[in-house]
């Protein structure tokens, strides 16, 4: 083999080594992992603006949404504008009511120290839902700065991008995000 044959396997072996690597992260980015930036207020103390998230779709496409994770979905009103991002606090088959501004999951009152109100969840008036099948309710943590289900009442699994896992910025809270 002269020396130009072998430049020429060698070019085509990195041009397909390249070819290779980008299939594979779009891959990985549309059916695996993805990432998101967090906007606006609505999960505070946990999450604040500008916090970057690595998004598990994976966990999700095998159900098993669990309470207390941070979910990123479209957004109910409109799915071409920015997904939100929410903490599931009940699951299908459950019931959830608001009374005195306490959360109730299946009549017990619902522990949540991690909320900016530490678990009060002011609303006008006193509120009932039944989560149906392929349905999860969804509360932000900064409940008096969030839209969550209280407005749009419980979202379809279907709209669920994925289950946030881990924050890569701030690097002063890089890790896995503790969810309960």
């Known amino acids: 083999m002269?020396?130009?044959?072998?430049e020429k396997s060698e070019f085509l072996e990195?041009?397909?080594l390249i070819v290779l690597t980008l299939i594979l992260a779009v891959l990985?980015?549309?059916?695996i992992f993805s990432q998101t930036?967090?906007?606006?207020?609505?999960?505070?103390p946990t999450l604040k603006t500008n916090d970057r998230l690595l998004i598990n779709k994976i966990g999700f496409l095998v159900d098993n949404i669990e309470y207390g994770d941070i979910v990123e979905f479209h957004n109910p009103y409109n799915k071409n504008d920015d997904n939100y991002i929410?903490?599931?606090i009940a699951l299908e088959g459950d019931i959830v009511e608001i009374i005195e501004n306490r959360?109730?999951?299946n009549q017990n009152l619902l522990t949540e120290e991690y909320t900016s109100t530490n678990g009060e969840t002011k609303i006008e008036s006193e509120y009932y839902w039944e989560i149906k099948n392929d349905e999860v309710f969804v509360l932000g943590d900064n409940r008096p700065k969030s839209d969550d289900s209280r407005l749009f009442g419980p979202i379809k699994?279907?709209?669920?991008?994925?289950?946030?896992?881990?924050?890569?910025?701030?690097?002063?809270?890089?890790?896995?995000?503790?969810i309960n």
């Not at 990985?28 to 059916?31: L, M, P, Q, S, V």
């Not at 930036?37 to 505070?44: C, D, F, R």
């Open 103 to 105: 959360v109730y999951v």
């Open 14 to 16: 990195w041009i397909f």
């Open 157 to 178: 699994k279907d709209s669920i991008v994925g289950i946030a896992f881990f924050r890569f910025y701030p690097f002063n809270k890089f890790g896995n995000l503790n």
């Open 28 to 31: 990985i980015n549309t059916f």
């Open 2 to 6: 002269n020396d130009n044959s072998r």
């Open 86 to 88: 929410k903490r599931v």
């Open 37 to 44: 930036i967090v906007k606006g207020s609505s999960m505070e």
